[in-house]
């Protein structure tokens, strides 16, 4: 059974950072590709940034924050981390992991989300 747990949200200030986690279990994690999307409040879920499997574990990231966030694996642990530097009240939403496979409900598994809110 694939399972996705987030965790690491917080309240933070603008310009703050902060790092998420996502630990997996059920599948061999280090194959495949990882992702996080976002949900603000009122709007659609969107792609944050991709760490693909395998020895390259090439990444890609939303223009929005391309130079703020980065995008980690740790294949002994099992666990993705996005790295968020300099957070903007726009980061502000519920932050979700992703995995697709094939025991997937429609090809993707998510995770329950972790809140992450950037205010003064």
């Known amino acids: 059974q694939v399972q996705l747990v987030e965790s690491g949200g917080a309240l933070v200030q603008p310009g703050g950072s902060l790092r998420l986690s996502c630990a997996a279990s059920g599948f061999t994690f280090s194959s495949y590709a990882m992702t996080w999307y976002r949900q603000a409040p009122g709007k659609e879920r969107e792609l944050v940034a991709r760490i693909f499997g395998g020895a390259a574990g090439s990444t890609n990231y939303a223009d929005s924050v391309k130079g703020r966030f980065t995008i980690s694996r740790d294949n002994a642990k099992n666990t993705v981390y996005p790295q968020m530097n300099s957070l903007k009240p726009e980061d502000t939403a519920v932050y979700y992991c992703?995995?697709?496979?094939?025991?997937?409900?429609?090809?993707?598994?998510w995770g329950k989300g972790t809140l992450v809110t950037v205010s003064s």
């Open positions: 992703n995995v697709r496979h094939a025991h997937c409900y429609g090809m993707d598994c």
